[in-house]
């Protein structure tokens, strides 16, 4: 187990300079979130959420760090990972006599790293441009640390469990994005959650986005700001549950589908 470790540390190193080099995908992963959060910030800068003093703008900074996890995690890995069964780069590290789960702690460690990077991004640009402040409870730090483990590990296990569904590295992206702009729209990432249909509102609770970024506003937004929800408050209880179950089944779902061939070959 410390030799899977060791070599998993070493290609966390490897996966970083990969995800450097590709300039399209650090931009996406990195750039394209602070880019929405400009945008639709400063459009809505004004706009409140009913009687409260929150702005748009705050509500949308908490749903795209909890939409950046969907980004680096689920969407990265669903996307990259059949392209590298097309290269033949999974056959080879099959070949070595390398821990396999040393690829994976790559890819996890990637994700953790990345996430950590395009965060701190995310909260600077809205506390420069859109009053966003941090928590100053160490309570509510200790939240957004175990909803940030917990969503993670989950959306990563996801993503690696869905790279085996796209027929190719060619139209992974064609595959994947979709489905997270489905979940984006109907999980209160660009819209207000209580003005979705109540059939959306359903459908997105079934998935961990919509309770992510119910957990990050929980962390980013004040005290007040529950009544905004559904529920009338952030359910932190229930967000944990719904994370551990679908950790549970991503974990199974990565464990059972995972492919390192190409479809046809040994």
Do not use: H
Request: proline letters at 5%; charged letters at 15%; hydrophobic letters at 55%.
């Amino acid at each position: 187990m410390k030799l899977a470790i060791r070599i998993g540390l070493s290609r966390v190193i490897i996966e970083l300079r990969q995800l450097v080099r590709d300039r399209e995908a650090a931009f996406f992963t990195l750039a394209f979130p602070v880019v929405l959060i400009v945008i639709f910030g400063s459009v809505f800068r004004n706009q409140t959420l009913g009687d409260s003093q929150i702005t748009f703008s705050q509500y949308f900074v908490a749903g795209m760090i909890a939409s950046g996890m969907l980004y680096t995690s689920f969407q990265n890995l669903a996307i990259s990972i059949p392209q590298e069964r097309d290269e033949g780069a999974l056959k080879r590290l099959q070949g070595l006599p390398m821990p396999k789960t040393s690829y994976f702690i790559g890819k996890i460690g990637l994700v953790f790293v990345t996430f950590i990077g395009q965060t701190a991004i995310l909260i600077l640009t809205g506390m420069i441009f859109f009053g966003i402040e941090l928590p100053t409870e160490p309570a509510a730090w200790w939240r957004f640390t175990w909803i940030s483990i917990l969503g993670l590990t989950s959306c990563t296990l996801l993503g690696i469990a869905f790279s085996s569904v796209p027929k190719s590295g060619k139209g992974a992206s064609a595959v994947v994005t979709p489905i997270v702009l489905v979940l984006q729209f109907t999980s209160g990432v660009f819209f207000f959650f209580g003005d979705l249909p109540s059939w959306m509102q359903n459908f997105a609770a079934v998935f961990p986005l919509k309770w992510l970024t119910q957990g990050m506003r929980s962390v980013f937004l004040p005290p007040e700001a529950a009544v905004l929800e559904i529920a009338g408050s952030f359910e932190i209880a229930r967000t944990a549950q719904v994370l551990l179950i679908w950790l549970v089944i991503a974990a199974v779902l990565a464990a059972a589908g995972f492919r390192w061939n190409r479809r046809g070959e040994n």
